[in-house]
């Protein structure tokens, strides 16, 4: 059991928009710790996405944005390109187990 | 550009030591940033090992804490992860990670592209 929970699956067709949860405690994410969000392509290492909640690192496209509030944060992908197709991850800091990830959404492009 | 790159045997014994380095080029191992190791088993999810400083400082998941040794070799620039006591359970993907600061905030900007480690007779 991860301490941060994602929902196992997303899908979407091209072009709509889609979100991921990612929710915490008031350990984690609702103590005020930052969210990041990692994109995994098949068969790769992850890729930082959004960092600091809603920061877009240079590169990443402006369809991906965070957000945070309380003890949840999510991520949103706008218009859906079947590229996106990968597994996500949330991470923060934990005051009882320092660094923590989230179990991990896949997204499949319909 | 700074890459990571890791390293060691592909398969260990049970009960013996899972022994990886991860080699720092393109930027120094010196540098104010903070270098994780992070695994994930096949088809799961990716879980946080522990982290060193160039200083010797460390800080490990407490649920791996008795068995996990980070250390730093800064005339080789690179970081070193060895886990004792192993059992297939930690078959898994071995990631070195780079744990930055931008603008007070911190992440892991940077990552090796894994090892393959698996734990079996």
């Known amino acids: 059991q991860s301490v941060l929970t994602q929902p196992p699956s997303v899908s979407g067709a091209p072009g709509q928009r889609v979100t991921i949860s990612c929710t915490g405690s008031s350990s984690n994410i609702g103590a005020g710790y930052d969210v990041h969000w990692y994109q995994q392509l098949p068969g790769t290492a992850p890729k930082l996405l959004i960092y600091g909640n809603s920061n877009r690192p240079s590169g990443v496209p402006d369809r991906f944005s965070g957000s945070k509030s309380g003890t949840s944060a999510s991520l949103a992908i706008t218009g859906l390109q079947a590229e996106d197709e990968a597994d996500y991850y949330c991470?923060?800091?934990?005051?009882?187990?320092?660094?923590?990830f989230g179990g991990g959404t896949k997204l499949t492009v319909l | 550009q700074v890459q990571l790159q890791e390293s060691g045997p592909g398969l260990v014994k049970p009960s013996g030591t899972l022994s990886l380095t991860c080699a720092v080029s393109g930027g120094s191992i010196s540098s104010s940033n903070w270098w994780s190791w992070v695994r994930q088993p096949p088809g799961k999810g990716l879980e946080w090992i522990g982290e060193i400083y160039h200083s010797g400082s460390t800080n490990y998941n407490p649920s791996l804490k008795s068995r996990v040794t980070i250390s730093v070799d800064k005339s080789k620039n690179q970081f070193s992860l060895k886990l004792s006591s192993v059992t297939a359970a930690d078959t898994a993907v071995y990631y070195c990670?780079?744990?930055?600061?931008?603008?007070?905030?911190?992440?892991?900007?940077?990552w090796g592209r894994g090892t393959l480690v698996t734990v079996s007779s």
């Open positions: 991470q923060s800091y934990d005051s009882s187990l320092s660094k923590v």
């Open positions: 990670a780079r744990w930055t600061t931008t603008d007070r905030r911190r992440y892991f900007d940077l």
